[in-house]
């Protein structure tokens, strides 16, 4: 039996992830979940690094009680975010959150000193405020004395198997995310960093996906009482491993991986860095086997799931199902927002931001958890639209449906609504992308699968994929004119 464990850490939570290949399919069985709450601390918003760290080892003892000590370890988490370490390889304090409030301001700026078309054309990767290139200027220009104390700087799951083997690697996909790293030249840039002030040393080597990384070190064997079990690099930025898990079929396909963030994209051989994707703001990031994912980050869920928080801080307590089935239950197209305004990237109370907007924009606000769940999620499916056509632009490709991955799957309102909107079929699954493309690049490294292609397939063949036919398109239609209109997005 070929066991591979996974550990995925997403923005909201985490998981480790068991898997075996058994008659020529994937079985998987979910040793541990685990919340991954942010902390504010005065006022940063941080990672809490060692607790995931510890839940990583819950997850390792977890293996060993059920008996399994698996022939590898992968780890994938979300993208941008680091550590610093000190000259003894110990942490410099907990990793800011990207949706922290210490980069505002320093996207602009860099943009003005360098020029967008400059850094893009280093970078290939869309502009957001809080990519690391922005948090590390920030910590650079404010004389961040952890920065200044720090000898390396390692992205989170780097640090993460940093923890576990004592070995420093970063890897291809998660390095791509930080838009210090040119594709074309193969390295960190160094025009970049130069301009940053941060030296090139702080950087280790950057290992291509499935790449072995490491043994679980002494001292984790001691505590936990487990082997020297390998550790490897896999496609370590969570969406990079979602793309793995896309069960298409065909080398022309559109994907949405759909949780915290929604990502929406396309897989391509060489890097689209030309004025017309800078304009649109789209990325080419890293992807496995020398493929790029040339996408474009929607807000996604975090609206609703901050959304929850807020109505839980007022004391009612909904489930995702709940809300779900209250949005089903209000009225169609009441209200309309673009997700990706900028008032819904730091944390608060979103549904006043929502309130906010609409009184910008003229339309009435939706008051009730129902008519507020709605509308995050038809003005979702409308932004899924144009962001699909954009790839099909840019990448000169007709997309006959789209593949969507990730926790958003459970949300079957959301999955029927997207098809409605695009007008095309939606296939629906797996909804745990990133911990199955984590552990196929596992098993694709050990020689138990011949390529992405054969881990694909057989992925399609395990588990089930759902398929959502477009309907009511005239209402759609007429729904996107409305979005186009409140939004100013142009068609
Ligand atoms: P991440 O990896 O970014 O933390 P996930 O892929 O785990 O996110 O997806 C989490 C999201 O999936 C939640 O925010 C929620 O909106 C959605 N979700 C999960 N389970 C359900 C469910 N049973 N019904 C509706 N939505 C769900
Ligand atoms: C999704 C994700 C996304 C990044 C964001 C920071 O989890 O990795 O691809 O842009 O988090």
Redesign the pocket.
């Known amino acids: 039996m070929s066991f591979a464990l996974a550990f995925d850490l997403?923005?909201s939570s985490g998981r480790a992830i068991l898997g075996r290949l058994q008659d020529g399919k994937i079985v998987t069985e979910e040793l541990h979940r685990f919340p991954n709450d942010p902390v504010q601390v005065g006022e940063r918003l941080q990672w809490d690094l060692l607790r995931l760290y510890h839940e990583i080892k819950q997850g390792l003892l977890k293996a060993k009680h059920s008996g399994v000590e698996p022939a590898s370890i992968g780890i994938d988490?979300?993208?941008?975010?680091y550590g610093l370490l000190a000259r003894d390889g110990s942490l410099l304090g907990n990793p800011n959150h990207?949706r922290d409030r210490a980069s505002e301001g320093i996207m602009e700026k860099l943009k003005e000193e360098l020029g967008e078309a400059e850094i893009f054309s280093r970078t290939g990767i869309q502009f957001?405020p809080?990519n690391t290139i922005y948090q590390l200027a920030a910590q650079s220009r404010g004389g961040s004395p952890q920065l200044e104390g720090a000898s390396h700087l390692l992205m989170i799951p780097d640090l993460l198997r940093y923890l576990l083997t004592g070995e420093r690697y970063h890897e291809f996909s998660n390095a791509t995310?930080t838009q210090l790293y040119n594709p074309v030249a193969g390295q960190w840039d160094d025009t970049l960093l130069g301009h940053l002030g941060v030296p090139r040393t702080l950087f280790s080597p950057v290992l291509r996906p499935g790449s072995p990384a490491g043994v679980v070190q002494a001292s984790v064997r001691e505590e936990l009482g487990v082997g020297p079990i390998p550790v490897y690099a896999v496609a370590e930025?969570?969406?990079a491993s979602a793309v793995v898990a896309v069960p298409a079929l065909e080398r022309s396909f559109a994907y949405l991986?759909c949780?915290?963030?929604s990502?929406l994209g396309t897989e391509i051989e060489e890097p689209v860095i030309t004025d017309e994707a800078r304009e649109l703001n789209f990325t080419n990031?890293g992807g496995f086997g020398d493929t790029y994912r040339l996408l474009k980050?929607i807000m996604g869920l975090w609206i609703l799931q901050e959304s929850r928080r807020a109505w839980e801080r007022e004391g009612s307590t909904y489930s995702f199902p709940e809300l779900v089935q209250l949005a089903g239950e209000a009225l169609p197209f009441a209200a309309l927002i673009d997700p990706d305004d900028p008032s819904f990237m730091a944390p608060g109370d979103m549904p006043e931001r929502i309130r906010q907007y609409c009184a910008r924009t003229r339309q009435e606000a939706p008051q009730t958890p129902g008519a507020i769940v709605r509308c995050i999620l038809e003005s979702l499916a409308l932004k899924y639209r144009y962001v699909l056509e954009l790839t099909e632009r840019l990448s000169g490709q007709q997309f006959s449906g789209l593949h969507m991955v990730g926790g958003g799957i459970h949300n079957t309102l959301l999955c029927q609504w997207t098809a409605d909107a695009i007008g095309k079929p939606v296939w629906a699954g797996p909804s745990e992308g990133s911990a199955i493309g984590n552990l196929a690049v596992q098993w694709i490294a050990r020689g138990d699968f011949k390529d992405i292609w054969e881990a694909r397939s057989v992925i399609r063949e395990s588990f089930p994929v759902t398929t959502y036919e477009p309907g009511a398109s005239q209402a759609w239609e007429a729904a996107y004119e409305q979005f186009s209109r409140v939004t100013g997005i142009n068609r």
């Open positions: 997403g923005a988490s979300w993208a941008v975010d990207y957001l809080f995310t930025h969570d969406t991986s949780g915290t963030w990502l990031e980050n």
